[in-house]
């Protein structure tokens, strides 16, 4: 799930991504072990404008201490007000 949001410090609009954290499902981590290291390398890119940049990575703060059992991670990201959907859609009608 991802939702639009408002930073308190800077007031700069981004997206939070709630991502589960199953443990015990081994392909579901690595997956999202990936995807988070594939962001972390493209936001570090100078002028990367294809992949939004990943500000932080959040952890609810009663599991810092217990690792193993966080429910959930909260990526930080840029906001983008455009789906892949629409991207590909409008991609599809400009070429009819």
Do not use: W
Request: aromatic content about 6%; charged content about 25%; glycine content about 2%.
């Amino acid at each position: 799930m991802v939702v639009k949001a408002v930073q308190r410090v800077n007031k700069i609009t981004v997206a939070i991504k709630r991502v589960e954290c199953t443990f015990d499902d081994i392909n579901h981590m690595k997956y999202l072990l990936r995807e988070i290291t594939i962001m972390r390398q493209l936001s570090n890119k100078e002028g990367c404008v294809h992949t939004p940049q990943l500000y932080e990575i959040l952890i609810p703060e009663k599991y810092i201490n217990d690792i193993e059992k966080i429910p959930c991670l909260f990526l930080i990201m840029e906001y983008v007000p455009n789906t892949l959907k629409n991207v590909l859609k409008s991609h599809v009608n400009d070429e009819n």
